[in-house]
């Protein structure tokens, strides 16, 4: 009989799964794109984030690295370019306990313009306010551009990273991908009604009224 996981084994399973699963979804390509976890265990306090340079398919639980909020790896391998914005999310909000970077075709897109997501639609409140903002550019794995992610992400559960690609946070790695999916969703269909027209932009207050009503539903349950 196999010997059951222990929560950290099965945190690293849960990391490498949505990896894979974020690909198939089709909201990232290749090796780009990183997924983490926040993990405290006895002295440790950090995450375990996907490593650098490896394919989803080929990762093994040994390949996860924990990284410390003090910015310390541990393991084998190197952890991915951008832990300093996953780092960054840990020590700042306490309702993040997981975080999915893609670089979403139709988030990137709209990114490249330096735009972000409007109120086009009301579900646009699934990631937490009026809108989806665009981060500042910045180099990747720098910490300008982590400053800049977490100025975009105040009061937010997701944002876009211009000329890079969207961030999405949660409380466990399968809410942070839903996000995800469902914001490269949402710039999907702006990207669309950008095509055909000037797409029209609900008012904050109807998007207060939305934003009540989803924190009645709760989360991370999707409204219809
Ligand atoms: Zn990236």
Redesign the pocket.
């Known amino acids: 009989m196999r010997k059951p996981l222990t929560p950290e084994e099965a945190l690293r399973e849960g990391i490498i799964s949505t990896a894979v699963a974020m690909n198939a979804s089709g909201i990232n390509r290749g090796k780009?794109?990183?997924v983490s976890a926040r993990w405290r265990q006895g002295d440790f306090d950090g995450f375990l984030v996907t490593p650098s340079g490896l394919r989803y398919e080929e990762t093994t639980r040994e390949d996860i690295v924990a990284v410390s909020l003090d910015g310390e790896p541990f393991g084998r391998r190197v952890p991915s370019s951008?832990w300093r914005f996953h780092r960054d999310i840990y020590r700042s909000r306490d309702d993040a306990h997981a975080v999915v970077?893609t670089?979403a075709p139709f988030a990137t897109s709209l990114a490249c313009l330096g735009r972000g997501i409007p109120a086009f639609h009301y579900m646009v409140a699934v990631a937490g306010g009026v809108d989806v903002r665009c981060a500042a550019y910045a180099t990747?794995g720098t910490q300008e551009l982590s400053d800049h992610a977490l100025a975009a992400l105040d009061g937010r559960r997701a944002c876009l990273?211009a000329n890079?690609?969207m961030i999405a946070l949660g409380n466990s790695v399968a809410v942070a991908l839903a996000l995800a999916i469902e914001v490269e969703t949402l710039a999907e269909m702006y990207w669309r009604a950008l095509q055909i027209g000037e797409p029209i932009i609900l008012s904050d207050g109807e998007m207060q009224t939305v934003l009540e009503k989803f924190a009645t539903y709760g989360q991370p349950s999707r409204p219809d």
Do not use: I, K, Q, T
Request: hydrophobic letters at 20%; proline letters at 0%.
């Open positions: 780009s794109g990183n951008e970077h670089h990747f990273l890079h690609g």
